[in-house]
């Protein structure tokens, strides 16, 4: 396997998440209890069998560069191979401009270069999934293709309309990457393309492509190919294009309430057993906490609780990431609670999202609601 | 490579009063606490005392605790001026032997110290649960003047008969040491804890290979010895919770003493903690219709059922309707649908399957004491009845 390499977008900044994502890279939101954001798409990457991994950092990464150390905890701590940081550009939009900008790629362009590898697995970090690229890189290789783009069927795990999934030929090569661009091309390419037909598929941010035609797209950025996904679009005509189906899990994160919502998927126990407890496990940061205390009086029931929490009050529906304390009489119903938060005696929470360090004070009551669930900022005291 | 202070680990002992537990794996790698396993204590003790050269003596059935230690990099231990060393027993030209007694395992192991050629040497042993730091107890042996510092507990007078005893004057110098007799004179009991002078362990430990008489183990032999001979030996007073876990019974107490909190060993403490080696599991999911009251419950657990007053180590599994009661059940351990765990410490990957009862029928006369031990990776078929106090094991 060492003829793949990764490189990981951790840079996508977004406000969707209101303050959730305030100085944190979407990447480096925690999730699940212990894990990180970013630690589905590099696990999924090791234990694919990949050593060496490229991460594109966002400006603020403090978060992001505390969780990952040296990348021992994912075993990338190596000397041949191994972590590799790489400091995104600076955005000149809010939004950070399109999927994979080749500029971040440009001023990191040694890493790619100095390398071997036949091929590159390109990945977002902003999504839940456990993914074996295996079978992708076989598929990559069997059908002779330049780039092979990860889908989802429909529908779509991104809201996007009908008109952004990818137009397929029969063999399962792309024609376009989105509905209305094919309309007039259809006509150009004539009786020997095979027809185009209407798909399900959805790209997911995922993408496999030839290290030197990565190289070679990279030499092309400017103003009019901004991102990896213009290239390729542009390349269409002359390069082998396939999508490959992935059928597992995948979880996106387009607002608050879908986060709440995703959080809430993982007390089902197929998608936990899919992400999270089947045979290749999400790696993370090791803080070596004692076991959760559930006290006398403790009440737990459908929930995700992490290790080093004390329970006295009452926890249903929820998850609750590492050290959290729940005091008696307190009650914690379809929330997120973030590391090291504490509830004091007798509040009650209901969808409710508390970011790491924050105190609410005995007694409160905080009330979201499944759509617009109350959200407290990190460190916060309420 | 010059260490002020090493550490050797005695961790080779076969541990037979655990029984069950120690048929496949060696007493320190026995799982505690849940998420812990014995030797965390020691080792994190050493990480945390900045003692960062441990030789780990090992024999008994070493494959999983060596596994589990590794490079020792989960403790930090992984550092460039000299880390852990696993040291089993072997053969050279004309030496070497199985390890006989802990003052043995140790003597075969003098290239090793002189490797480092250390001023001391900390002898401590891989069973038993406490917090310390060693540099408080190097401290006094270097403000005594010391040859040998052996740290000491108080202990109830009842159990005083089970240690190794030690009588001081009014210095706190040692005038003698007695090992596990009835009545002695003193409840300043050893906690199996020695700093040396490297030059006084060196030749104490020639001197008594050559003894033919000797049992070479330190607590019979050496110590005894060294103060009949004068040397200056002294008991460092240490204040605190400790706990020797060679037994079943006291193995079951010291982790149900931690659930309460009331142990005075406190693993929440940031400034001191207890590092292990743990597996990446996910949290804890606790089911709908799960109770779970009085417990200490770690990663990787589903609970669907009941537990009270007990202890689940990683990956443990409670299935529907089953009761599980003053128990601890270690790494992996499965509990089916409506079966009833009452007071039993059930093995790493053993399954009871559903309707099973365990540890509720009367205490046999073989074990009074009425803890009911299931052996690792062994399977209770279903509806089976293991009455109270039975060791219960698969044959290999």
Same mark, same amino acid.
């Given at each position: 396997?060492?003829?793949?390499?990764?490189?990981?977008?951790?840079?996508?900044?977004?406000?969707?998440?209101?303050?959730?994502?305030?100085?944190?890279?979407?990447?480096?939101?925690?999730?699940?209890?212990?894990?990180?954001?970013?630690?589905?798409?590099?696990?999924?990457?090791?234990?694919?069998?990949?050593?060496?991994?490229?991460?594109?950092?966002?400006?603020?990464?403090?978060?992001?560069?505390?969780?990952?150390?040296?990348?021992? #905890?994912?075993?990338?701590? $190596?000397?041949?191979?191994? /972590?590799?940081?790489?400091?995104?550009?600076? &955005? %000149?939009? *809010? +939004?950070?401009?399109?999927?994979?900008?080749?500029?971040?790629?440009?001023?990191?362009?040694?890493?790619?270069?100095?390398?071997?590898?036949?091929?590159?697995?390109?990945?977002?970090?902003?999504?839940?999934?456990?993914?074996?690229?295996?079978?992708?890189?076989?598929?990559?290789?069997?059908?002779?293709?330049?780039?092979?783009?990860?889908?989802?069927?429909?529908?779509?795990?991104?809201?996007?309309?009908?008109?952004?999934?990818?137009?397929?030929?029969?063999?399962?090569?792309?024609?376009?990457?989105?509905?209305?661009?094919?309309?007039?091309?259809?006509?150009?390419?004539?009786?020997?393309?095979?027809?185009?037909?209407?798909?399900?598929?959805?790209?997911? #941010?995922?993408?496999?492509? $030839?290290?030197?035609?990565? /190289?070679?797209?990279?030499?092309?950025?400017? &103003? %009019?190919? *901004? +991102?990896?996904?213009?290239?390729?679009?542009?390349?269409?005509?002359?390069?082998?294009?396939?999508?490959?189906?992935?059928?597992?899990?995948?979880?996106?994160?387009?607002?608050?309430?879908?986060?709440?919502?995703?959080?809430?998927?993982?007390?089902?126990?197929?998608?936990?057993?899919?992400?999270?407890?089947?045979?290749?496990?999400?790696?993370?940061?090791?803080?070596?906490?004692?076991?959760?205390?559930?006290?006398?009086?403790?009440?737990?029931?459908?929930?995700?609780?992490?290790?080093?929490?004390?329970?006295?009050?009452?926890?249903?529906?929820?998850?609750?990431?590492?050290?959290?304390?729940?005091?008696?009489?307190?009650?914690?119903?379809?929330?997120?609670?973030?590391?090291?938060?504490?509830?004091?005696?007798?509040?009650?929470?209901?969808?409710?999202?508390?970011?790491?360090?924050?105190?609410?004070?005995?007694?409160?009551?905080?009330?979201?609601?499944?759509?617009?669930?109350?959200?407290?900022?990190?460190?916060?005291?309420? | 490579?010059?260490?002020?202070?090493?550490?050797?680990?005695?961790?080779?002992?076969?541990?037979?009063?655990?029984?069950?537990?120690?048929?496949?794996?060696?007493?320190?790698?026995?799982?505690?606490?849940?998420?812990?396993?014995?030797?965390?204590?020691?080792?994190?003790?050493?990480?945390?005392?900045?003692?960062?050269?441990?030789?780990?003596?090992?024999?008994?059935?070493?494959?999983?605790?060596?596994?589990?230690?590794?490079?020792?990099?989960?403790?930090?231990?992984?550092?460039?001026?000299?880390?852990?060393?696993?040291?089993?027993?072997?053969?050279?030209?004309?030496?070497?032997?199985?390890?006989?007694?802990?003052?043995?395992?140790?003597?075969?192991?003098?290239?090793?110290?002189?490797?480092?050629?250390?001023?001391?040497?900390?002898?401590?042993?891989?069973?038993?649960?406490?917090?310390?730091?060693?540099?408080?107890?190097?401290?006094?042996?270097?403000?005594?003047?010391?040859?040998?510092?052996?740290?000491?507990?108080?202990?109830?007078?009842?159990?005083?008969?089970?240690?190794?005893?030690?009588?001081?004057?009014?210095?706190?110098?040692?005038?003698?040491?007695?090992?596990?007799?009835?009545?002695?004179?003193?409840?300043?009991?050893?906690?199996?804890?020695?700093?040396?002078?490297?030059?006084?362990?060196?030749?104490?430990?020639?001197?008594?290979?050559?003894?033919?008489?000797?049992?070479?183990?330190?607590?019979?032999?050496?110590?005894?010895?060294?103060?009949?001979?004068?040397?200056?030996?002294?008991?460092?007073?240490?204040?605190?919770?400790?706990?020797?876990?060679?037994?079943?019974?006291?193995?079951?107490?010291?982790?149900?003493?931690?659930?309460?909190?009331?142990?005075?060993?406190?693993?929440?403490?940031?400034?001191?903690?207890?590092?292990?080696?743990?597996?990446?599991?996910?949290?804890?999911?606790?089911?709908?219709?799960?109770?779970?009251?009085?417990?200490?419950?770690?990663?990787?657990?589903?609970?669907?059922?009941?537990?009270?007053?007990?202890?689940?180590?990683?990956?443990?599994?409670?299935?529907?309707?089953?009761?599980?009661?003053?128990?601890?059940?270690?790494?992996?351990?499965?509990?089916?649908?409506?079966?009833?765990?009452?007071?039993?410490?059930?093995?790493?990957?053993?399954?009871?399957?559903?309707?099973?009862?365990?540890?509720?029928?009367?205490?046999?006369?073989?074990?009074?004491?009425?803890?009911?031990?299931?052996?690792?990776?062994?399977?209770?078929?279903?509806?089976?009845?293991?009455?109270?106090?039975?060791?219960?094991?698969?044959?290999?």
């Amino acid at each position: 396997m060492s003829s793949v390499i990764g490189l990981l977008f951790g840079n996508d900044g977004s406000d969707i998440l209101q303050g959730l994502t305030f100085q944190r890279s979407m990447a480096a939101l925690p999730f699940a209890g212990r894990y990180r954001l970013l630690d589905f798409a590099l696990s999924s990457m090791v234990n694919s069998g990949l050593r060496t991994i490229g991460l594109v950092t966002p400006p603020h990464n403090r978060a992001m560069l505390d969780h990952l150390g040296a990348g021992k #905890d994912w075993f990338l701590d $190596r000397k041949a191979g191994g /972590l590799f940081i790489l400091p995104g550009a600076m &955005p %000149e939009l *809010p +939004d950070g401009g399109g999927t994979f900008r080749l500029k971040d790629l440009r001023l990191n362009v040694e890493y790619l270069q100095k390398d071997f590898a036949e091929n590159v697995i390109i990945s977002g970090c902003n999504h839940i999934f456990n993914m074996d690229y295996r079978e992708a890189l076989a598929f990559q290789e069997k059908q002779r293709a330049d780039i092979t783009l990860i889908v989802k069927k429909g529908p779509d795990v991104f809201q996007r309309g009908e008109r952004d999934s990818l137009v397929l030929a029969s063999d399962g090569g792309v024609i376009a990457l989105r509905q209305e661009a094919s309309q007039g091309e259809d006509a150009s390419l004539g009786e020997e393309a095979s027809p185009a037909r209407p798909s399900e598929a959805y790209f997911i #941010d995922m993408l496999i492509i $030839r290290r030197r035609l990565l /190289l070679e797209m990279i030499a092309e950025e400017g &103003p %009019e190919i *901004p +991102d990896l996904l213009t290239a390729i679009e542009a390349g269409l005509g002359r390069l082998r294009v396939f999508a490959f189906p992935f059928t597992g899990y995948f979880g996106t994160i387009n607002s608050v309430e879908d986060y709440l919502a995703r959080s809430m998927e993982l007390l089902n126990p197929d998608v936990r057993k899919e992400v999270l407890t089947g045979q290749n496990r999400i790696h993370t940061k090791i803080v070596d906490n004692p076991p959760t205390k559930h006290g006398a009086r403790a009440k737990v029931a459908n929930s995700l609780i992490s290790s080093g929490c004390t329970i006295e009050g009452e926890v249903y529906n929820s998850v609750l990431s590492r050290g959290v304390i729940v005091e008696p009489g307190a009650v914690v119903r379809n929330c997120v609670i973030m590391q090291k938060s504490s509830i004091a005696a007798g509040a009650l929470l209901e969808y409710v999202i508390l970011d790491k360090f924050v105190k609410v004070h005995a007694g409160k009551v905080l009330k979201g609601s499944r759509n617009a669930p109350f959200v407290a900022l990190k460190g916060s005291l309420v | 490579m010059y260490q002020e202070c090493i550490a050797m680990l005695l961790a080779g002992g076969r541990g037979s009063r655990l029984g069950a537990l120690t048929r496949n794996i060696a007493k320190p790698a026995v799982s505690f606490c849940g998420k812990y396993r014995i030797i965390d204590f020691s080792l994190s003790n050493c990480a945390n005392s900045n003692i960062n050269t441990v030789g780990v003596l090992t024999q008994y059935k070493p494959f999983l605790l060596n596994m589990y230690i590794g490079l020792g990099a989960a403790w930090d231990l992984d550092n460039p001026h000299g880390g852990v060393h696993i040291l089993p027993p072997f053969v050279g030209e004309n030496e070497g032997n199985w390890y006989n007694g802990t003052a043995n395992a140790v003597f075969q192991n003098l290239d090793f110290i002189d490797f480092y050629s250390p001023q001391y040497v900390l002898i401590i042993s891989g069973d038993h649960i406490y917090k310390m730091n060693y540099l408080s107890m190097l401290d006094f042996h270097k403000e005594k003047g010391s040859d040998i510092t052996i740290s000491t507990i108080e202990v109830p007078w009842d159990e005083v008969s089970r240690f190794g005893t030690v009588s001081v004057n009014g210095e706190g110098r040692i005038t003698k040491f007695t090992e596990k007799v009835p009545r002695p004179e003193s409840n300043l009991a050893s906690m199996g804890i020695y700093i040396f002078n490297w030059p006084v362990l060196r030749q104490a430990l020639l001197a008594d290979a050559h003894d033919l008489h000797s049992d070479n183990d330190f607590g019979k032999n050496v110590l005894p010895g060294q103060i009949e001979l004068g040397k200056r030996v002294f008991a460092y007073k240490f204040k605190g919770y400790w706990r020797d876990v060679g037994t079943i019974e006291s193995y079951y107490n010291a982790n149900m003493e931690l659930i309460n909190g009331e142990s005075g060993l406190d693993l929440f403490d940031p400034a001191q903690r207890i590092f292990s080696n743990e597996d990446i599991l996910p949290p804890q999911y606790v089911g709908l219709s799960a109770q779970i009251e009085d417990s200490l419950v770690s990663n990787g657990c589903v609970v669907l059922g009941q537990v009270r007053h007990s202890i689940l180590a990683p990956g443990a599994y409670v299935g529907e309707g089953a009761v599980v009661l003053d128990s601890i059940l270690l790494p992996h351990a499965r509990v089916h649908r409506q079966s009833l765990i009452k007071k039993a410490i059930v093995g790493e990957g053993a399954k009871i399957r559903s309707h099973c009862s365990v540890g509720l029928e009367a205490p046999s006369a073989a074990h009074p004491a009425g803890i009911t031990v299931i052996g690792d990776h062994t399977v209770l078929e279903k509806g089976s009845v293991v009455p109270a106090g039975e060791n219960f094991y698969a044959a290999r």
